[in-house]
């Protein structure tokens, strides 16, 4: 039995990243022999197992190859036999197909060190089309690494390329799409990950709502970028800029990803224009969200920003009457983080612009500002009314004159 560090753990040491995780394989043993060992097998589709005591994952050495369609069509082999340049060779990218031995050496079959110093994202064999997720995959490393100055090889983009005209993403399960597209959206630089997946035609297949938003132009007065999709990528960036440890990073680009969608439904005759592209995007927003599966409460604020984010902006022009109905949309009574998501999704989009990238966006202080005014009227004397209509205008009368002196 011999054992290796293999994957992300010695590329991101060799890049000078944190480690996180280890990851092993083992060659030349059995699954007989890793359990006679105190190891405890976890998986079905093939042996890992878990060290007795560091509790990391170790896979017996295994060679895949394609025997159906699909994302599990695979017949996987793990006899010992196996060599460790086999199961490195199965791998996706080269960079993900280095090994490390117990005495520091490295074992680099597929020319992963030399694709490090050439910062590129290169596959490693053509055994690479066999799993569609792997466009995924390398548009999210392509994000992950961006800032790093990596980028996907030409001969890898073409394969991808092949792959999405071959239908294969059509075999993918939305469940397997969605949990990709949350890693992605964490990193510092989603956008990369979306024009990786439009550059190679995953883009129009997987999100044909979002690929439908380039070329359609906007009102340069307000958009000097012109073109949706650009702005659309704009403020995708925007978002790890404006949240905090707090917020669910992924969520809020999710959601500003898919807040202009009604702007592909706009005639030409009208165009630049989009009026009423606000409640024409809802629909495409729901869509969306139940084809990838999205949590409930990613649908509900991608709706709500979709529907109302034009009003966020204007906010501050609104009658008080206005501002009350919106903070009643957003349901703040009842969840009030929900203004601050709704709030950050709205100033990711007003400076996802050109040259609006710093700008200030004071209707996020003043729209939180109403909040808090509304929801510290009191309550007091209103259970005196009895009746629930009653009760009801006397609230709705003490929160708008709290709303009418607002700065």
Request: charged content about 25%; aromatic content about 8%.
């Amino acid at each position: 039995m011999k054992t290796y560090l293999v994957g992300g753990a010695v590329r991101d040491n060799l890049l000078g990243l944190p480690v996180n995780e280890q990851d092993w394989v083992v060659v030349q043993s059995s699954p007989a022999e890793m359990i006679a060992a105190g190891y405890r097998q976890v998986g079905a589709d093939f042996p890992v197992y878990i060290h007795p005591k560091s509790g990391e994952e170790y896979a017996l050495a295994r060679t895949e190859r394609k025997s159906g369609s699909g994302y599990h069509g695979f017949k996987v082999d793990f006899n010992p036999e196996v060599t460790l340049e086999q199961d490195l060779q199965r791998r996706d990218l080269s960079i993900n197909s280095i090994a490390q031995d117990s005495g520091g050496n490295l074992i680099d079959p597929w020319g992963g060190l030399e694709d490090i110093k050439a910062k590129v994202l290169r596959h490693v064999s053509p055994a690479f089309t066999e799993d569609p997720l792997r466009i995924l995959r390398v548009a999210r490393f392509a994000a992950r690494f961006s800032p790093l100055g990596f980028k996907v090889a030409p001969e890898t983009m073409q394969l991808m390329q092949q792959m999405v005209s071959a239908g294969e993403l059509e075999t993918l399960p939305p469940e397997r799409i969605f949990v990709e597209i949350r890693k992605a959206f964490a990193l510092a630089k989603p956008s990369i990950f979306i024009q990786v997946l439009r550059d190679c035609g995953a883009l129009a297949v997987l999100l044909p709502e979002v690929e439908a938003l380039f070329g359609v132009p906007q009102p340069a007065k307000y958009h000097p970028e012109i073109d949706t999709g650009v702005h659309t990528l704009m403020s995708l960036d925007r978002v790890p800029e404006l949240v905090t440890a707090a917020d669910d990073q992924a969520m809020m680009v999710f959601v500003v990803l898919l807040h202009d969608l009604g702007k592909a439904l706009t005639k030409a005759e009208y165009l630049p224009s989009h009026h009423g592209h606000e409640a024409k995007g809802v629909p495409l927003v729901r869509a969306v969200c139940q084809r990838l599966k999205a949590p409930k409460s990613w649908q509900q604020l991608a709706e709500l920003v979709c529907h109302w984010h034009l009003q966020c902006h204007r906010v501050q022009e609104m009658t008080p009457k206005k501002v009350l109905a919106l903070l009643e949309r957003l349901d703040v009574f009842r969840q009030p983080q929900r203004l601050r998501e709704f709030t950050l999704a709205c100033k990711a989009d007003s400076q996802g612009r050109t040259g609006f990238e710093n700008a200030a966006y004071p209707q996020a202080d003043y729209l939180q500002a109403a909040s808090s005014k509304v929801r510290a009227v009191s309550t007091e004397g209103l259970s005196e009314l009895g009746d629930g209509k009653a009760i009801a205008a006397e609230l709705y009368r003490r929160r708008l004159q709290a709303l009418t002196h607002l700065d």
